[in-house]
């Protein structure tokens, strides 16, 4: 039972989750069960070849590209090339 799992479906703001593939210290199936618990816009990017403390630059692109497509309204639309998964949501339907 992880208590960031019940917070994050009380979130309304945008998440974007960037997990390294290579990370041994925290697996990137945890950021996935994270990315699935959010109602709130929400974008996964695993990347190939990162580890747990990525460098930087190799990231800087993807947050640029995020926070860009955030501003001009194109969040769930966003993709990206190179070595990573990317997946992106909408809001979870209310009832």
């Known amino acids: ?3 960031s ?3 994050l ?3 309304d703001e945008p998440i974007l989750f960037i997990h390294g593939a290579d990370d041994t210290f925290v697996e ?3 950021s996935r069960r994270l990315y699935a618990a959010t109602c709130s816009l929400a974008a996964l990017a695993i990347i190939t070849g990162v580890r747990h ?3 930087i630059r190799l990231i800087e692109p993807l947050l ?3 926070v860009d497509a955030l ?3 194109q969040a769930g639309e966003i993709s ?3 070595n990573a998964n990317w997946e992106s949501k909408q809001t979870c339907a209310t009832s």
């Open 9 to 11: 479906r009380r979130v």
């Open 5 to 7: 799992i019940l917070a």
């Open 71 to 73: 501003a001009n309204g």
């Open 80 to 82: 990206i090339t190179g």
């Open 1 to 3: 039972n992880w208590a």
């Open 53 to 55: 403390r990525p460098n």
């Open 64 to 66: 640029v590209g995020w």
């Open 28 to 30: 990137p199936a945890n």
